[in-house]
């Protein structure tokens, strides 16, 4: 089963890594001050991964691939790892797609139970 899993950064923030059923992190968030706004990111996440223009497909100085995925607003609520290829990338989308608005919440930042 896909889940998010929350955590908290050495810096204190809070941030969500999407994880697929085989426990790949397949998104990442920025870092959050306040556990609430994170868990807002999370349902950002939910809500936007169902639309395909919310996906920005990007190239890194290194030549792989990588995506963001955006608020309604604009914001980057999440970024993907990297990529050698647009089929892997691709299918990093559809993972996303697949697995955000179902997927359990776990905060492992109390007793690593949502």
Do not use: H, W
Request: glycine share 8%; charged share 25%.
């Amino acid at each position: 089963m896909a889940k998010f899993e929350i955590t908290k950064r050495k810096n204190g923030e809070f941030q969500f890594n999407l994880k697929a059923s085989n426990g790949e992190i397949i998104l990442t968030s920025e870092g959050y001050v306040a556990k609430y706004s994170c868990k807002k990111g999370i349902e950002s996440v939910r809500k936007n991964s169902q639309n395909e223009k919310r996906f920005e497909k990007k190239v890194a100085k290194d030549n792989r691939v990588f995506f963001n995925l955006k608020s309604s607003n604009g914001q980057i609520v999440g970024t993907s790892e990297m990529y050698n290829s647009q089929a892997a990338m691709n299918n990093g989308i559809a993972s996303v797609k697949k697995n955000a608005p179902e997927a359990v919440v776990v905060d492992l930042t109390t007793t690593g139970k949502a």
